[in-house]
């Protein structure tokens, strides 16, 4: 019949399921482990994770949280190498030009033959930012060039660093997690108000914090929708043109006809944007101040528990 000629071919006493690698097995458990760990106790808490593997130092646990967060920014890439420093990058699988640039100490990019490169070379591995097309990351770059570039121009005068603001978000959320009254989580129905503004401290620092638990979580997920569709229907045709199209510093604002460059809260960002680091994208002081928000729609009731 067709069901016994079926069993027939579906059994094969040759084909033996091959037991797994031990030494795999172990691998993928622990990198299993690992990430439950960072999802309990969060990328900053090393000897907190380093506990749950015996074997492991806090040390190797830090290198490992670091690792894991380069394989977030960075992607290998292979490279001929030659005396001079420049270098060729090749493809990883074929060993092939994978671009036929070469990056000499001018800076200049000329083409490169393989017959070229191929003599006299050493191979590396190297790493290379993933190319992204998300604004934040986009933002994140502009920023970065504009610090380099600015701490350039500061030591060539002789100058040294100027200070840096970056870390007054963390710092404000921690202060604000940390010395001022939150309501118990008994009478606001289970959410957590100090873990939330730790969490938000620890992801302006770039670490991974540990989990909210899930009534906090629900509502991070409820006032973030929120803050996105206020802010996107308060936006203006020309605020939004400014950031559909913001490329750099260099981009130009459309100010309103009711702009007023001398009303106080303009002067007070633009002293405030004179600080290194609180308003590294540039942004014009009509597109921050003087904004009416309908926060209505964000409040959120909680019936206490009887």
Not at 17 to 24: I, N, Q
Not at 177 to 203: K, N, T, V
Request: proline letters at 5%; a negative charge; charged letters at 35%.
């Amino acid at each position: 019949s067709r069901l016994e000629g079926r069993e027939r071919l579906d059994y094969n006493p040759l084909q033996v399921r091959r037991p797994k690698d031990p030494a795999r097995t172990k691998r993928e458990n622990e990198k299993k482990a690992f990430y439950e760990a960072i999802k309990k106790y969060g990328s900053k808490e090393h000897k907190q994770v380093a506990k749950q593997f015996p074997e492991k130092t806090v040390e190797n646990i830090k290198d490992w949280i670091y690792r894991e967060k380069c394989k977030q920014i960075y992607e290998d890439e292979k490279r001929a190498v030659k005396e001079d420093g420049s270098y060729t990058v090749i493809d990883d699988a074929i060993g092939s030009i994978k671009k036929d640039v070469e990056k000499g100490e001018n800076g200049k990019q000329t083409n490169t033959k393989e017959s070229e490169w191929r003599e006299n070379v050493d191979i590396e591995v190297g790493k290379r930012k993933r190319e992204t097309l998300a604004p934040l990351d986009m933002w994140r770059d502009i920023i970065e060039d504009n610090q380099a570039k600015e701490d350039n121009k500061r030591k060539a005068k002789g100058l040294q660093p100027a200070a840096r603001c970056e870390n007054m978000i963390q710092s404000s959320l921690n202060w604000i997690a940390e010395f001022e009254d939150h309501p118990d989580p008994d009478i606001c129905g289970g959410i957590d108000y100090e873990a939330i503004y730790r969490y938000f401290a620890l992801l302006a620092e770039g670490e991974v914090p540990p989990d909210l638990d899930p009534v906090s979580a629900a509502r991070v997920t409820r006032l973030l929708s929120d803050l996105s569709k206020i802010t996107m229907g308060s936006m203006k045709t020309n605020e939004n043109d400014y950031m559909s199209n913001y490329k750099g510093i260099q981009s130009r604002y459309a100010t309103d006809e009711d702009f007023n460059e001398s009303s106080r809260s303009v002067r007070d960002f633009e002293e405030m944007s004179r600080l290194p680091g609180m308003n590294p994208l540039n942004f014009h002081p009509g597109l921050c101040t003087d904004k009416e928000l309908d926060i209505s729609n964000m409040v959120l009731c909680v019936k206490p528990k009887d």
